[in-house]
Every structure is written in C-alpha cells, then in structure tokens.
C-alpha cells in the first residue's frame, strides 16, 4: 500500500506551535482527569481519548482498537455520526495477521494521504471496506508500552485531505503518553479486582474451614444429648417414672454439654493463639488502601465516602492485612446496612484519632437501618445475624483481631439513623 509515515510538510508559525502545544497539553490532562474521574469504566478514558485525538489532528473520524489475544478488539470509535456507522459494520476484532494487525505491528505511524491512489495490488477486502465506507485519508498510530504493542489508534477524514507532518508528530507524542496512561491504569484496575476478588475468597475460605471444624466437633456430642433427652422423656414417661434412669440420663447430658464447650473454648484459644504478625503499621494508609479496594462496590452502592484521618497519627505494631480485615468487615456491613434503607443519603464516615495513651482510634460511621435495641449486647457473639444469608462470624472475627491487638472495639446506635463501629488498637 502507498504508506508513508510523512504528512504534508508545512512549517507552523510560532504562535501556531505555541497553539499547538496547548492542544497536547490539554489533550493529556484531559485524559488524566477522565483516568481520575472514572475509577471503574474504562470507557470514559477511551472516549477521552478518541475526543482528543479527533480535535488535535482534525479528523472526522476515530477508533481506539486494543490488543487481546486473537487481535485488535475496537473498544471505542468516535467522530461522524455517518462515517461511525459505516465503520462499526467493520468486523469488531482484527485478527492476528489482518491488514490492520500488520500495521500495528510495524509500530510506527502508517499515514494513507489517499485510498484511492494505493498499488492495485493491495486493492484488498480491507481496502474495499474502507474506501465503501467513505474514507479517503488515514493515519494508523499503533500504541506502544516498553515496545509492546498495547492498541492502535486510527484516524480518518472524507476528504482527501493528508495530515501535515505536525499533525502526526504531535499525535504521535500524545499517543505515546495515553498509551503510558491506559496500560497503567488498566493493569492497576485489574490488580485491585484481583485483590477485591482475593479478600472475598480470603473471607468466604476462612469462613468455610472455620465453620466446618467447627460443625464437625460439636456435631457429635449435641446428638449424644438429644439422645440423652428422649431417654430421659420416656423414663418420666413409666409408672411410676424411673428416677433414677433419669438422673443417669440428665448426667450424660450435662457431660455433653460440657464437652461442648471444652471443644469451644479449644477453639476459641486456637484462635487467640495465633500471634498476629508484628510490623510497623501506618493505619491512615492501611485504612486508604481498603477504601480504594473497595472503591467499586461503594460505587455500585451509591455511598459517598468522607474521610476524616487524623495528622500524624503514631505508628502501631500489629498485623497489616488483619487490621485492614476488620476495616474490610465493617466497611461491607456499613454497605449492606445502607443497601437495605431505599431513601436518605448511604454517607460512610471513616475517621482516626490519636488517644493519647490509648494509642489510636478508629471510628466508622454509615446512614444505614441502624442496629436494634436486642442485637446490641450480642452483636458481636459468633454466629448471631440477622442478616438472611449472614454468617454471623464477621464482628466475632474483628473482635478477636482488635483485642489481640490489645484494643477495644464497640457499636453504638446514631440518630437520626445508622450505626457507629469503634476501635482502638495499642500504639507502639
Ligand atoms: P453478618 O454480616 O454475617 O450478619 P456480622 O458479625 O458481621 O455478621 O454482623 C452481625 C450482625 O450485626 C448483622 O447481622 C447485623 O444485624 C449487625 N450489624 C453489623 N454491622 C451493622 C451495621 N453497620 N448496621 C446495622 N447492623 C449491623
């Protein structure tokens, strides 16, 4: 094909160049505020950049592809309503050695002055479909991250109009600099579901081996007991009733019941016998962290966060990832709070505070349905939800994890509504 990497040589005026390096500069801070506005759909950030890449190279058309496995895949196009539609009737994914995979990999601009001029012998079907559709004039930008080819950009106009060497450079250099920007940005996306993922896993698992050790070793001495009871029934049940037979039985029962709660407390000392792991925690940053990871699920929800966190907060030796467990915890039950009030605003309140001696404190506050008058002396008992699905095991779980951090944590109700989850941890 007639390809060449030079437009139309015209050399730009001062001024113009000063122009035009407002444009790029613009161009990119655009797209760093469409990155910073938009922290799940990545679609805003595609259109941000087609936008930008239309109006610094005057085109009439423009289409951002990626690269996947099997090919490009068009993630976005923009520009000409007519022309926009002619060219989504291109097939969504360039496959591996397709025309436009070929000028990827080339990794350098491919600039088409004129379809209607190329070698009759690259007249192909991708030549067709182009010149169908309206285009004349093509620039190719692939996008490059450490050489890898991350997408292409292309951009195109009905008339025979060739872009001038400054379009070209300049869009050449903003693409190098979004292709930096999307790559990042979508590796950190997809870091931050993988760990949102992990959390989930990490709590469903624990969960699980926890409660079925736990099934397994009582299950056996609470049917010995049940045994116990029917056999005491029918003993009370002869003429004249057997006492004796009874008391035998009430004995095996309250054995049951004592070996029950030995198996308990067994578990109870397994639990608190783990030593947490000792590093030096920045619990401002720590908490900044599990905002972020949960970042997504606060969105869906509609809750707005406000952050109050606290100056020079001391340091505290503890165990990271349990601390940023118990904040993960509250944090999702705030959610779940708030989820289940249809109207007012869902407002999650996170703050710190230095507590002098106390060491730090950590205070989450949501607008969710509040905490009933009964749950609240048993809130925080292994097992106790009143949730339809809940486990019941996530604030016995923070508790434990607080106090082995030689801390305190409790609940209180707010007015008008929501609930309030406090905590302290020992500073270092
Ligand atoms: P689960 O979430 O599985 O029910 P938890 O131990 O985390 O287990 O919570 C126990 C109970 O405490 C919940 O079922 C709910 O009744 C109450 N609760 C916890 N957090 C809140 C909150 N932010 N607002 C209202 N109630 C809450």
């Given at each position: 094909?007639n390809?060449?990497?030079?437009?139309?040589g015209?050399?730009?005026?001062?001024?113009d160049?000063v122009?035009?390096?407002?444009?790029?500069?613009?161009?990119?801070?655009?797209?760093?505020r469409?990155?910073?506005?938009?922290?799940h759909?990545?679609?805003p950030?595609?259109?941000?950049?087609?936008?930008?890449?239309t109006?610094l190279?005057?085109?009439d058309?423009?289409?951002?592809?990626l690269?996947?496995?099997?090919?490009?895949?068009?993630v976005?196009?923009?520009?000409?309503?007519?022309?926009v539609?002619?060219?989504?009737s291109?097939?969504?994914?360039?496959e591996?050695?397709?025309h436009l995979?070929?000028?990827?990999?080339?990794?350098?601009?491919?600039?088409?002055p004129d379809?209607?001029?190329?070698d009759g012998?690259?007249?192909?079907?991708f030549?067709?479909?182009v010149?169908?559709?309206?285009?004349?004039t093509?620039l190719?930008?692939p996008l490059?991250?450490?050489?890898e080819?991350?997408?292409i950009v292309t951009?195109?106009?009905?008339?025979?109009q060739?872009?001038t060497?400054?379009?070209?450079?300049?869009f050449r250099?903003?693409?190098?600099?979004?292709?930096?920007?999307?790559?990042?940005?979508?590796?950190?996306?997809?870091?931050?579901e993988?760990?949102?993922?992990?959390?989930?896993?990490?709590?469903?698992?624990?969960?699980?081996?926890?409660?079925?050790?736990?099934v397994?070793?009582?299950?056996?001495?609470?049917a010995?007991?049940?045994?116990?009871?029917?056999?005491a029934?029918?003993?009370?049940d002869?003429?004249?009733?057997d006492?004796?037979?009874?008391?035998e039985a009430?004995t095996?029962?309250?054995?049951?019941?004592d070996?029950t709660?030995?198996?308990?407390?067994?578990?109870?000392s397994?639990?608190?016998?783990?030593p947490?792991?000792k590093?030096?925690?920045?619990?401002?940053?720590?908490?900044?962290?599990v905002?972020?990871l949960?970042h997504?699920?606060?969105?869906n929800a509609?809750?707005t966060?406000?952050?109050?966190?606290?100056?020079?907060?001391?340091?505290i030796?503890?165990d990271?990832?349990?601390?940023?467990?118990?904040?993960?915890?509250?944090i999702?039950?705030?959610i779940?709070?708030?989820n289940?009030?249809?109207?007012?605003k869902?407002?999650?309140?996170?703050?710190?505070?230095?507590?002098?001696?106390?060491?730090?404190?950590?205070a989450?506050r949501?607008?969710?349905?509040?905490l009933?008058?009964?749950?609240?002396?048993?809130l925080?008992?292994?097992?106790?939800?009143?949730k339809p699905?809940?486990?019941?095991?996530?604030?016995?779980?923070c508790?434990?994890?607080?106090e082995a951090?030689g801390?305190?944590?409790?609940a209180t109700?707010?007015?008008?509504?929501?609930?309030?989850?406090?905590?302290?941890?020992l500073a270092?």
């Amino acid at each position: 094909m007639n390809q060449s990497i030079h437009g139309e040589g015209t050399a730009p005026e001062p001024e113009d160049r000063v122009t035009e390096l407002i444009e790029q500069q613009t161009a990119i801070s655009e797209l760093l505020r469409a990155i910073a506005n938009s922290p799940h759909d990545m679609q805003p950030i595609f259109d941000a950049i087609l936008d930008s890449a239309t109006r610094l190279c005057r085109a009439d058309i423009c289409s951002l592809r990626l690269s996947e496995e099997s090919g490009l895949r068009r993630v976005a196009i923009r520009g000409d309503p007519l022309l926009v539609s002619q060219a989504l009737s291109f097939p969504a994914l360039a496959e591996n050695g397709s025309h436009l995979s070929q000028i990827a990999t080339s990794r350098l601009p491919t600039h088409i002055p004129d379809f209607a001029v190329v070698d009759g012998d690259l007249r192909d079907d991708f030549w067709k479909a182009v010149v169908n559709a309206g285009f004349r004039t093509s620039l190719f930008v692939p996008l490059l991250k450490d050489d890898e080819i991350v997408g292409i950009v292309t951009l195109g106009r009905k008339q025979v109009q060739p872009f001038t060497d400054r379009q070209i450079c300049l869009f050449r250099d903003f693409a190098a600099q979004a292709a930096i920007a999307l790559e990042s940005t979508r590796r950190e996306r997809q870091y931050r579901e993988a760990q949102m993922a992990l959390a989930h896993a990490n709590r469903v698992a624990t969960m699980g081996q926890f409660t079925a050790s736990i099934v397994h070793e009582i299950k056996q001495p609470i049917a010995t007991a049940r045994n116990n009871a029917v056999a005491a029934l029918r003993f009370l049940d002869r003429s004249p009733p057997d006492v004796a037979e009874v008391r035998e039985a009430l004995t095996c029962i309250l054995d049951d019941n004592d070996r029950t709660n030995d198996i308990v407390d067994r578990i109870e000392s397994l639990i608190k016998k783990a030593p947490p792991r000792k590093e030096t925690v920045d619990l401002n940053a720590a908490i900044l962290d599990v905002i972020a990871l949960i970042h997504g699920e606060l969105v869906n929800a509609g809750v707005t966060v406000a952050t109050q966190l606290a100056g020079g907060l001391p340091y505290i030796q503890g165990d990271r990832v349990q601390l940023q467990q118990v904040m993960l915890n509250l944090i999702v039950n705030a959610i779940q709070s708030m989820n289940a009030v249809e109207d007012g605003k869902r407002e999650l309140h996170i703050s710190t505070v230095s507590m002098g001696p106390e060491g730090v404190g950590v205070a989450v506050r949501d607008t969710g349905q509040g905490l009933r008058p009964e749950s609240l002396p048993r809130l925080f008992e292994p097992f106790y939800t009143t949730k339809p699905d809940g486990m019941g095991m996530g604030l016995s779980i923070c508790l434990s994890i607080v106090e082995a951090h030689g801390g305190r944590l409790w609940a209180t109700s707010c007015e008008p509504r929501g609930a309030l989850f406090q905590f302290t941890i020992l500073a270092d």
